[in-house]
């Protein structure tokens, strides 16, 4: 996840590293990371690189360099402005936002946006889960027009999330499987990936405690065994992005290259 290669910002533990996005894929690279996932959130909305030709142009160039794929967005600008408990005008600008971002994405080479209905952006009642349905009928037709894919991040049970995603029915729109969040929650892996495991398109990989907050890989109550024969189970072939835990600062990239070797070692072990 892009900002974790990075010290944190402002003492935020998810960011856009608006002076060091740049070092970012050097440093992807040195730990042995195919990708970065960009965030493009309120803070530095004006000065993201995604949103103009020459920063689209100079991640390109970033990438080829490094051999660092962005193919990824987690779009946490619509948490703070989310798409649910909206005034009409308010739902109309999020939406052209929205609309933006996703062809952006496109000329990026970006193949898929994770969207989060999380913490101020849940959805706690019957009208929100109308206002979701009512995004995706509107943005249908970009979806298939641009052939991006929009992934849900959201802190609904199994069974509720896949009954959202049926209800929505296009088939660019899947599901973000992020391991820590549902420990926080606690979801057992293995039911969720029983009740919606052919929709999800995407892995986010943390730990976290039983209604608390990140923690390193392995300490906290995310069932990674379960998590792994669900992946196998159902012959998962997306990308995993790490998402953790932040360790030392000025360490990144060590910590970066232990994180990845707790999972090549969870894979390999079935």
């Not at 892009?2 to 440093?27: D, K, M, N």
């Not at 619509?78 to 308010?90: D, I, K, L, Q, T």
């Not at 973000?176 to 990936?193: C, K, M, P, R, V």
Request: hydrophobic content about 40%; charged content about 25%.
């Amino acid at each position: 996840m892009q900002g974790r290669l990075s010290p944190p910002s402002c003492g935020r533990i998810q960011c856009f590293p608006a002076g060091t996005w740049q070092a970012e894929f050097a440093r992807a690279a040195e730990a042995g990371l195919q990708a970065i996932e960009w965030i493009y959130d309120v803070e530095d909305a004006d000065t993201n690189p995604i949103g103009s030709a020459p920063g689209i142009e100079e991640m390109r160039q970033l990438s080829k360099k490094y051999g660092v794929a962005v193919q990824s967005l987690c779009a946490d600008y619509f948490m703070p402005f989310p798409f649910v408990r909206a005034s009409g005008p308010e739902w109309e600008e999020r939406l052209r936002k929205m609309e933006w971002l996703l062809a952006q994405c496109r000329l990026a080479g970006i193949q898929h946006v994770v969207l989060p209905f999380v913490d101020n952006s849940r959805i706690d009642s019957a009208q929100d889960r109308s206002d979701v349905l009512r995004l995706f009928q509107r943005l249908k037709g970009t979806l298939q027009r641009l052939d991006i894919q929009i992934h849900l991040e959201t802190s609904l049970g199994p069974e509720d999330f896949r009954s959202l995603i049926e209800e929505i029915g296009d088939t660019r729109v899947r599901i973000n499987y992020d391991s820590g969040n549902s420990a926080s929650l606690g979801f057992s892996a293995e039911t969720e990936w029983n009740a919606y495991g052919k929709l999800i398109g995407s892995v986010h990989i943390k730990d976290r405690l039983k209604g608390g907050g990140t923690v390193p890989l392995g300490s906290g109550n995310a069932d990674f065994n379960a998590l792994a024969l669900s992946l196998k189970r159902f012959d998962y072939q997306g990308r995993f992005i790490l998402q953790v835990a932040r360790e030392k600062t000025g360490d990144e990239v060590n910590w970066a290259r232990q994180n990845r070797s707790f999972l090549e070692k969870l894979l390999g072990a079935v």
